[in-house]
């Protein structure tokens, strides 16, 4: 996630694609040059021409990354997932524990406009949310380490969910030998409508709902 983390156009165009060739093997989408800057609404903002340059520019830093391959089709361009891993690598779908960490996000995702309606850290928390257990802790002063995220673009992200009530945040103090007083206080996290874990293992009940993607530093 690090590559991507500052650049929003990318993780959108990202996301995009990984949903749309991620299903069956072997991992192609094909949509014609049009269809492809309508799907990531760079059409909403810019003129025709605009939108198409632009999708163009940021398909080819996935490209550089070597996190995609793009291929023209006569009218259409194909795009072919490659490994998160950013080495070239053939892509694998992961289908259980052992194949590494991956995530699930729904289709929801974009059916109800989140893709637009979310911000960059917003939609980076949102990822990291997702590959966490459906309680979890995530100390803001490790994000960076972790992540590859500043702590301010994390407490920013965190936050714009809780008050889309897409995450819900409680604390309670632990016992924690570092403090002065014994006591630190600890924030745990959980997300709630599309994206909790009951929606989401609904969702990938439901063919086609769901695609998965690598946890790691992408």
């Known amino acids: 996630m690090a590559r991507l ?11 995009l694609i990984h949903a749309l060739a991620s299903s069956s093997e072997p ?10 800057t309508q799907l990531a609404r760079l059409d909403e903002a ?7 340059s632009r999708w163009s520019k940021v398909v080819s830093k996935l490209v550089t990354l070597k996190l995609v391959e793009r291929e023209r089709k006569g ?15 053939e892509y694998t779908r992961p289908r259980k524990g052992a194949d590494g960490h991956w995530l699930r996000l729904p289709y929801s995702y974009w059916l109800d406009g989140f893709d637009a309606s979310l911000s ?3 939609k980076l928390m949102l990822l990291i949310a997702l590959d966490q257990q459906e309680n979890f802790v995530l100390p803001l002063n490790q994000s960076s380490k972790w992540y590859g995220l500043s702590e ?13 009530e897409l995450l819900r945040a409680w604390s309670s103090f632990v016992p924690s030998p570092r403090s002065p007083t014994g006591w ?15 929606a989401v ?10 695609f998965f993607t690598d946890g790691s530093d992408t």
Do not use: C, I
């Not at 991992?27 to 492809?36: K, M, N, Q």
């Not at 810019?46 to 939108?51: E, L, R």
């Not at 009218?75 to 070239?88: F, P, S």
């Open 75 to 89: 009218n259409d361009v194909q795009y072919r997932l490659l490994h998160e891993a950013a080495d070239g690598a």
């Open 201 to 210: 293992e609904k969702a990938a009940a439901t063919r086609g709902r769901v």
């Open 152 to 164: 301010a673009t994390a407490r920013r992200g965190l936050r714009g969910l809780e008050d889309k």
């Open 27 to 36: 991992y192609v989408a094909h949509y014609p040059a049009a269809t492809w």
């Open 46 to 52: 810019a003129t025709f021409d605009a939108a198409k």
């Open 184 to 198: 630190m206080q600890e924030f745990t996290y959980t997300l709630l409508g599309p994206f909790s874990l009951a």
């Open 120 to 122: 960059h850290p917003e």
């Open 5 to 15: 983390a500052r650049d929003s156009s990318a993780l959108d165009a990202y996301l």
